[in-house]
């Protein structure tokens, strides 16, 4: 498949220092092809299968949303304004202990839908029952990072290892390569030190990245050195988990220490700046991190601690809680917050070879958006305007590994519609089932 995208604004990411300019982007089968400034001679010459107007749009490479957990969905607007710990004990795991493989399936190609219409080509999962995400993910298109949850407290006989690696077996580069399995242990809370050492020897065995959740809380922070006598940052450092290619959910309760251990084991920081927000866990000290040299990423987590999947809602927001919290107006710019959305991700998912720029040679995975909106209008500087002024809702067009996912609004691999439906019956099937079960106990 040849397409043609011509007369768009691109912006490719890849420096700084290249502005936003008009232009084609023209993609054979799954990769760019070119990105040239418009009446280039690559353009004259491409013989396109299809061609994509792109006059009052601007090309951006497409969002990662580096942590999420996306059956979730279906719990969305169920348990909301309550403590982490009240949260996940007394509301979220118990409903969840009743998921079904198709409230998995359905639950992911919910969120899946919210991701291409706010245009994230790529996430990465750490959930339940993955080869159901699996095979959301396959059918949708997109490109996906997805770990088994390893939550060691109900896993005693560590039997959930080997489904992991059957998992990296059966799906690891499936999906015509979109398709990466990693290894996923919870927290250093639900995770004993043994089984946390078993999930980072088992990442190096399969080599492949480690997700975990990291001092998202200060209770957990707090608990952690009351019992331990160290941090759960220093926890894991200590037993090694780090010898993997590790990625942190949260990290927002650090102290001086634990910035150096991040950096030196190149661990990748992200960042979910609503999700802290709604649980009262307060501000992640991004502008710290990027000066120390960790990479971020960012993400929405799941759906029923957001509530949506929105990361241009993310980017908004993040930029703008880090200048409050550092008094500052240049703290976090738009240029480096969607650098954390795209490039940053990319890292984080071990895969920034493939994406995160528009750039001939790497996967076509980008986005259009409409800039034919009041709110976008003028346009004085494209960057200031994506992160200050775009909402998801103005993606028009996603392209992921060449494919057309989404044209003039309309998504083109699956029935949106039928999985709303679909979704809304699940969902009120899989809470009354829940509290029945919660009587009868």
């Given at each position: 498949?040849?397409?043609?995208?011509?007369?768009?604004?691109?912006?490719?990411?890849?420096?700084?220092?290249?502005?936003?300019?008009?232009?084609d982007?023209?993609?054979?089968?799954?990769?760019?092809?070119?990105?040239?400034?418009?009446?280039?001679?690559?353009s004259?010459?491409?013989?396109?299968?299809?061609?994509?107007?792109?006059?009052?749009?601007?090309?951006?490479?497409?969002?990662?949303?580096a942590?999420?957990?996306?059956?979730?969905?279906?719990?969305?607007?169920?348990?909301?304004?309550?403590p982490?710990?009240?949260?996940?004990?007394?509301?979220?795991?118990?409903?969840?202990?009743?998921?079904?493989?198709e409230?998995?399936y359905?639950?992911?190609?919910?969120?899946?839908?919210?991701?291409?219409?706010?245009?994230?080509?790529?996430?990465?999962?750490?959930?339940?029952?993955?080869e159901?995400?699996?095979?959301?993910?396959?059918?949708?298109?997109?490109?996906?990072?997805?770990?088994?949850?390893?939550?060691?407290?109900?896993?005693?006989?560590?039997?959930?290892?080997?489904?992991?690696?059957?998992?990296?077996?059966?799906?690891?580069?499936?999906?015509?390569?979109?398709?990466?399995?990693?290894?996923?242990?919870?927290?250093?809370?639900?995770?004993?030190?043994?089984?946390?050492?078993?999930?980072?020897?088992?990442?190096?065995?399969?080599?492949?990245?480690?997700?975990?959740?990291?001092?998202?809380?200060?209770?957990?922070?707090?608990?952690?050195?009351?019992?331990?006598?160290?941090?759960?940052?220093?926890?894991?450092?200590?037993?090694?988990?780090?010898?993997?290619?590790?990625?942190?959910?949260?990290?927002?309760?650090?102290?001086e220490?634990?910035?150096?251990?991040?950096?030196?084991?190149?661990v990748?920081?992200?960042?979910?700046?609503?999700?802290?927000?709604?649980?009262?866990?307060?501000?992640?000290?991004?502008?710290?991190?990027?000066?120390?040299?960790?990479?971020?990423?960012i993400?929405?987590?799941?759906?029923?601690?957001?509530?949506?999947?929105?990361?241009?809602?993310?980017?908004?927001?993040?930029?703008?809680?880090?200048?409050?919290?550092?008094?500052?107006?240049?703290?976090?710019?738009?240029?480096?917050?969607?650098?954390?959305?795209?490039?940053?991700?990319?890292?984080?998912?071990?895969?920034?070879?493939?994406?995160?720029?528009?750039?001939?040679?790497?996967?076509?995975?980008?986005?259009?958006?409409?800039?034919?909106?009041?709110?976008?209008?003028?346009?004085?500087?494209?960057?200031?305007?994506?992160?200050?002024?775009?909402?998801?809702?103005?993606?028009?067009?996603?392209?992921?590994?060449?494919?057309?996912?989404?044209?003039?609004?309309?998504?083109?691999?699956?029935?949106?519609s039928?999985?709303?439906?679909?979704?809304?019956?699940?969902?009120?099937?899989?809470?009354?089932?829940?509290?029945?079960?919660?009587?009868e106990?």
């Amino acid at each position: 498949m040849r397409v043609l995208i011509k007369n768009v604004k691109i912006l490719t990411m890849a420096s700084q220092s290249q502005t936003v300019f008009s232009g084609d982007i023209g993609i054979e089968d799954q990769r760019i092809l070119f990105v040239e400034s418009e009446n280039s001679h690559a353009s004259k010459s491409f013989v396109a299968d299809k061609t994509i107007d792109g006059t009052n749009h601007l090309a951006m490479p497409g969002l990662i949303n580096a942590h999420t957990h996306m059956g979730m969905s279906l719990l969305r607007n169920y348990a909301d304004d309550l403590p982490l710990m009240t949260w996940l004990n007394e509301k979220i795991w118990p409903v969840e202990a009743n998921l079904t493989d198709e409230d998995i399936y359905f639950g992911t190609m919910l969120s899946i839908a919210e991701l291409i219409r706010s245009g994230c080509t790529t996430f990465r999962d750490m959930y339940f029952k993955e080869e159901e995400v699996a095979k959301a993910t396959t059918k949708s298109g997109l490109r996906a990072n997805l770990g088994l949850g390893l939550v060691g407290v109900t896993d005693p006989e560590n039997q959930l290892f080997d489904k992991v690696k059957a998992l990296h077996a059966s799906l690891h580069n499936s999906a015509n390569g979109r398709i990466r399995i990693e290894v996923a242990p919870h927290s250093p809370y639900t995770c004993s030190g043994a089984y946390l050492k078993t999930a980072s020897e088992l990442a190096q065995e399969l080599d492949t990245p480690l997700h975990i959740h990291l001092s998202e809380s200060l209770v957990e922070v707090e608990e952690s050195i009351k019992q331990l006598g160290k941090t759960p940052i220093q926890h894991v450092r200590d037993l090694g988990v780090f010898n993997a290619r590790t990625s942190g959910a949260h990290c927002v309760h650090l102290m001086e220490q634990d910035f150096e251990i991040l950096k030196t084991n190149q661990v990748s920081v992200l960042y979910n700046p609503s999700s802290n927000l709604k649980l009262g866990n307060g501000f992640a000290n991004i502008g710290r991190m990027l000066k120390e040299g960790i990479n971020v990423a960012i993400g929405t987590d799941g759906s029923s601690s957001n509530n949506n999947q929105n990361l241009f809602e993310e980017m908004h927001l993040g930029a703008l809680v880090n200048k409050g919290i550092e008094a500052d107006p240049t703290a976090l710019p738009a240029y480096k917050m969607l650098e954390i959305a795209t490039i940053g991700g990319a890292k984080a998912l071990g895969i920034e070879q493939e994406v995160g720029t528009l750039e001939p040679g790497k996967k076509a995975d980008l986005i259009l958006i409409d800039l034919n909106k009041p709110h976008l209008t003028p346009h004085h500087d494209y960057v200031a305007m994506l992160v200050y002024s775009a909402a998801g809702s103005d993606v028009s067009h996603m392209i992921c590994d060449g494919a057309v996912i989404m044209e003039n609004y309309q998504i083109k691999t699956f029935d949106e519609s039928a999985i709303i439906e679909k979704a809304s019956v699940l969902a009120k099937q899989l809470i009354e089932r829940s509290m029945s079960k919660n009587r009868e106990a």
